[in-house]
């Protein structure tokens, strides 16, 4: 039996759902502030929140169907300053009364979860790594998540722990699955749906005949992400090794927000540079067993800021990357020295985690975050090495995290309170 272990590991989900504890969700005053149309809570934890008369009204629960969660109708422009002639606690609920008779009921914990404090908006609308989850080569060595394909398929606490550890970490490892094609596409059937592209729903990784990437020669990879070419890369990477050369082949990957927060700290010029100049990324040609023809070209920064200034992503691959760059020729080859800093400084021992996959390994990374590259391999191993690849979205993988959630949640409390 496999040790899982990782970044967040039994607590997994109750850390995931941001908490909200007995004291703060128990409302101990309202009141209302006519001129602002604005309704204030007080809490017993000291919080108070203010929420908009006409978002309370938006959101009244008589106006969402309560089957689909989605809103019926939408407030006229009469109802945007309509007046609450009365506020109260009832039974634990707030209910309003508005001057035109209608009646609205909240639940306090719903309430409390959508305050619209500087914090709880954060946490609604980040979408970056934090900070304390960046990690290094020996960070990621000691709490790489590791679990057996066989729990994954077949609980659901093992396969939210891989999903909230990939979304958050950027990188997890699953162990002993059969050596055979088609383990991917039962791992992405217990997500969700694959994210197709050209090269296939499934992609093949060997040495090939007239190689239409890099990718499928023998030769080493440099640290990259996959597909910068296309404009909607693909969020996660799978890598299932079914047959590992015995010479070479080793992977290594890097946490590119990681590199990114150095370079920003250590060489803000640079950082400048890359966050601001767009390179072009070009992939041209066919797709041998199907006649696809091919030809994406994309022109974009290589570090993604989101509008806070966050990293949102990475598009860092010296193999698509193609002629053009949208600069003045002065400016160049300060460029290509930038280009070269993120390079040096991910292939610094500190940053870099090696790895070589052993047959049954599958291997699962963001590729809007984690480079990865591997090493050439020889001789026989130039036959028979053999991997399969898929990729799939964000969505679908954030998807599950949610659905699952709940149940796994509840389910560890009830484990917890039964070892008690
Ligand atoms: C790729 C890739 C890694 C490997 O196919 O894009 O990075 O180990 N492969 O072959
Ligand atoms: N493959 C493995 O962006 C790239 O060209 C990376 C992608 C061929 C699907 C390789
Ligand atoms: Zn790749």
């Given at each position: 039996?496999?040790?899982?272990?990782?970044?967040?590991?039994?607590?997994?989900a109750?850390?995931?759902?941001?908490?909200?504890?007995?004291?703060?969700?128990?409302p101990?005053?309202?009141?209302?502030?006519?001129?602002?149309?604005?309704?204030?809570?007080?809490?017993k934890?000291g919080?108070?929140?203010?929420?908009?008369?006409?978002?309370?009204?938006?959101?009244?629960?008589?106006?969402?169907?309560?089957?689909?969660?989605?809103?019926?109708?939408?407030l006229?422009?009469?109802?945007?300053?309509?007046?609450?002639?009365s506020?109260?606690?009832?039974?634990?609920?707030?209910?309003?009364?508005?001057?035109?008779?209608e009646?609205?009921?909240?639940?306090?914990?719903?309430?409390?979860?959508?305050?619209?404090?500087?914090?709880?908006?954060?946490?609604?609308?980040?979408?970056?790594?934090?900070?304390?989850k960046?990690?290094?080569?020996?960070?990621?060595?000691?709490?790489?998540?590791?679990?057996?394909?066989?729990?994954?398929?077949?609980?659901?606490?093992?396969?939210?722990?891989?999903?909230?550890?990939?979304?958050?970490?950027?990188?997890?490892?699953?162990?002993?699955?059969?050596?055979?094609?088609?383990?991917?596409?039962?791992?992405?059937?217990?997500v969700?749906?694959?994210?197709?592209?050209?090269?296939?729903?499934?992609f093949?990784?060997?040495?090939?005949?007239?190689?239409?990437?890099?990718?499928?020669?023998?030769?080493?990879?440099?640290?990259?992400?996959?597909?910068?070419?296309?404009?909607r890369?693909?969020d996660f990477?799978?890598?299932?090794?079914?047959?590992?050369?015995?010479?070479g082949?080793?992977?290594?990957?890097?946490?590119?927000?990681?590199?990114?927060?150095?370079?920003?700290?250590?060489?803000?010029?640079d950082?400048?540079?890359?966050?601001?100049?767009?390179?072009?990324?070009?992939?041209?040609?066919?797709?041998?067993?199907t006649?696809?023809?091919?030809?994406?070209?994309?022109?974009r920064?290589?570090?993604?800021?989101?509008?806070?200034?966050d990293?949102?992503?990475?598009?860092?691959?010296n193999?698509?990357?193609?002629?053009?760059?949208?600069?003045?020729?002065?400016?160049?080859?300060?460029?290509?020295?930038?280009?070269?800093?993120?390079?040096?400084?991910?292939?610094?021992?500190?940053?870099l985690?090696?790895?070589?996959?052993?047959?049954?390994?599958?291997?699962?990374?963001k590729?809007?975050?984690?480079?990865?590259?591997?090493?050439?391999?020889?001789?026989?191993?130039?036959?028979?090495?053999?991997?399969?690849?898929?990729?799939?979205?964000e969505?679908?993988?954030?998807?599950?995290l949610?659905?699952?959630?709940?149940?796994?949640?509840?389910?560890?409390?009830?484990?917890?309170?039964?070892?008690?």
């Amino acid at each position: 039996m496999l040790r899982s272990c990782g970044f967040v590991a039994a607590s997994a989900a109750r850390a995931f759902s941001r908490h909200v504890n007995a004291a703060s969700s128990v409302p101990q005053r309202v009141s209302l502030a006519e001129s602002d149309h604005l309704l204030s809570v007080d809490w017993k934890d000291g919080h108070s929140s203010a929420y908009p008369l006409v978002w309370l009204l938006d959101n009244c629960p008589s106006r969402i169907n309560s089957g689909n969660g989605q809103r019926v109708g939408r407030l006229t422009r009469r109802e945007l300053r309509l007046r609450a002639a009365s506020v109260s606690l009832e039974k634990g609920r707030l209910v309003v009364r508005w001057e035109n008779g209608e009646l609205s009921v909240f639940p306090v914990d719903w309430l409390r979860r959508h305050c619209f404090s500087p914090t709880s908006r954060h946490a609604f609308v980040s979408d970056h790594a934090d900070d304390a989850k960046l990690w290094d080569a020996d960070r990621i060595r000691r709490e790489l998540f590791t679990c057996a394909f066989a729990d994954v398929i077949a609980d659901d606490a093992v396969l939210f722990r891989l999903l909230f550890n990939l979304d958050n970490v950027g990188i997890c490892l699953i162990k002993e699955a059969p050596k055979t094609e088609g383990q991917l596409a039962r791992l992405c059937a217990r997500v969700g749906f694959v994210r197709e592209t050209h090269y296939g729903t499934y992609f093949t990784v060997k040495s090939k005949e007239n190689p239409n990437n890099n990718a499928y020669t023998s030769s080493a990879l440099d640290l990259h992400v996959d597909l910068p070419q296309i404009t909607r890369t693909p969020d996660f990477q799978f890598l299932h090794c079914i047959t590992q050369a015995g010479e070479g082949g080793e992977n290594c990957f890097v946490d590119g927000f990681r590199v990114a927060q150095v370079l920003r700290d250590k060489y803000p010029d640079d950082y400048y540079l890359l966050t601001t100049t767009k390179l072009q990324y070009t992939d041209r040609g066919c797709e041998p067993d199907t006649g696809l023809l091919f030809h994406n070209t994309t022109m974009r920064c290589p570090i993604e800021l989101a509008s806070n200034g966050d990293v949102k992503r990475v598009y860092i691959n010296n193999h698509t990357r193609s002629s053009f760059i949208d600069a003045d020729p002065k400016k160049i080859l300060r460029v290509y020295e930038a280009w070269t800093r993120f390079y040096d400084l991910s292939y610094e021992a500190r940053h870099l985690f090696r790895i070589k996959l052993t047959s049954g390994d599958v291997i699962c990374f963001k590729n809007s975050r984690v480079l990865h590259g591997r090493e050439a391999f020889t001789g026989r191993s130039a036959i028979e090495r053999h991997l399969q690849g898929c990729y799939m979205d964000e969505d679908v993988v954030r998807s599950k995290l949610l659905s699952i959630r709940d149940a796994v949640s509840n389910k560890q409390q009830v484990d917890n309170q039964a070892a008690a």
